[in-house]
């Protein structure tokens, strides 16, 4: 993709779309969207310069840089690995909560998962994927709502997987140590049932319960590159990702994930997107952002 659909090549490329410490043009901006477009699928245009300034000064500084000239210098090229993939964890969004967007659990709890924890009990083989799980809590509250119904689920082939593309997040996910704020939409049962308080160098945190942990499987994974796994998975989440794309972009995620769901499967997205492009035809619109599968199965993605 060239980038003159996002930012405007037509007007000078060194004029400063945001100024500060280290002034950001347009020829800056221009490189960095290139850059995060090609690793993450994300897409970038002159209105997003504030957040890209804002997101990336500090990364510069601690990097000892004179300015963004230098930086996309350096996270372009082969020495600039490990800076590039620091970008890429300050660019996307990790903003989520137990149970956001509660409508989705609901349905899961009520609709899918009976006929799923009964497969499970009858020997079958039962997998949900959150596919941007962020710090943890959106995995956690699946397995958390599992446990309402089923709390021996882990004698049984019932697993979570939960990736997300920034290493540095998914450490927090991993530990499963949050602050009390987030705790505000977990109910004071089930926080006293699977959370315990403790002392995280000076800082009052709520660890979560190694029962909730054992059906988690953490990895790290980039959705624009080759998925290691087959499927089929009979859930997916993917919430308030996919709107970071451009328009061909979700209709190949779409796709994707069309390819990776058995029979019936069900896919909950974001309460700003809608499934569009070809797969649209493999999906049933059941409820608020909540997808039913109905195509062919493909077991390649």
């Known amino acids: 993709m060239t980038y003159s659909s996002a930012i405007d090549t037509r007007q000078p490329p060194d004029e400063c779309l945001a100024s500060g410490e280290y002034p950001l043009t347009r020829k800056d901006l221009s490189e960095i969207a290139a850059m995060i477009y090609a690793d993450a699928g994300i897409y970038l245009n002159e209105t997003k310069a504030s957040l890209v300034y804002s997101r990336l000064s500090k990364h510069i500084r601690q990097l000892g840089l004179k300015g963004f000239k230098e930086y996309c210098a350096l996270v372009s090229s082969p020495a600039g690995a490990s800076a590039r993939k620091e970008m890429l964890s300050h660019l996307t969004t990790n903003f989520t909560r137990f149970f956001r967007e509660n409508h989705h659990f609901e349905h899961l709890k009520n609709e899918v998962?009976?006929?799923?924890?009964?497969?499970?009990?009858?020997?079958?083989?039962?997998?949900?994927?959150?596919?941007?799980?962020?710090?943890?809590?959106e995995p956690y509250s699946v397995a958390l709502t599992v446990l309402s119904l089923m709390p021996?689920?882990?004698?049984?082939?019932?697993?979570?997987?939960?990736?997300?593309?920034?290493?540095?997040?998914?450490?927090v996910a991993r530990a499963g140590a949050y602050d009390a704020n987030a705790l505000e939409t977990v109910s004071p049962a089930m926080r006293k049932q699977f959370?315990?308080?403790t002392?995280?160098?000076?800082?009052?945190?709520?660890?979560?319960?190694?029962?909730?942990?054992?059906l988690i499987t953490f990895n790290e994974l980039n959705l624009m590159a080759q998925w290691p796994f087959k499927g089929p998975f009979d859930v997916i989440f993917c919430r308030n990702v996919v709107?970071?794309?451009?328009?061909?972009?979700?209709?190949?995620?779409?796709?994707?994930?069309?390819?990776?769901?058995g029979d019936n499967g069900h896919l909950y997205i974001g309460h700003s997107e809608r499934v569009s492009?070809?797969?649209k035809n493999q999906?049933?619109?059941?409820?608020?952002?909540?997808?039913?599968?109905?195509?062919?199965?493909?077991?390649?993605?």
């Open 152 to 171: 021996n689920v882990a004698d049984y082939d019932f697993r979570i997987l939960a990736t997300d593309i920034d290493p540095k997040i998914l450490a």
């Open 283 to 301: 999906f049933d619109n059941i409820g608020i952002t909540t997808y039913r599968y109905t195509g062919k199965h493909r077991r390649s993605a």
């Open 243 to 261: 709107i970071y794309f451009d328009e061909p972009t979700q209709m190949k995620i779409w796709s994707r994930f069309a390819g990776m769901l």
């Open 113 to 137: 998962l009976p006929e799923l924890l009964a497969r499970a009990r009858n020997g079958g083989r039962v997998r949900i994927w959150s596919a941007a799980c962020s710090d943890g809590q």
């Open 195 to 197: 959370f315990r308080e």
């Open 277 to 279: 492009g070809e797969a």
């Open 199 to 214: 002392d995280a160098g000076g800082r009052q945190k709520w660890q979560i319960d190694d029962r909730v942990k054992r």
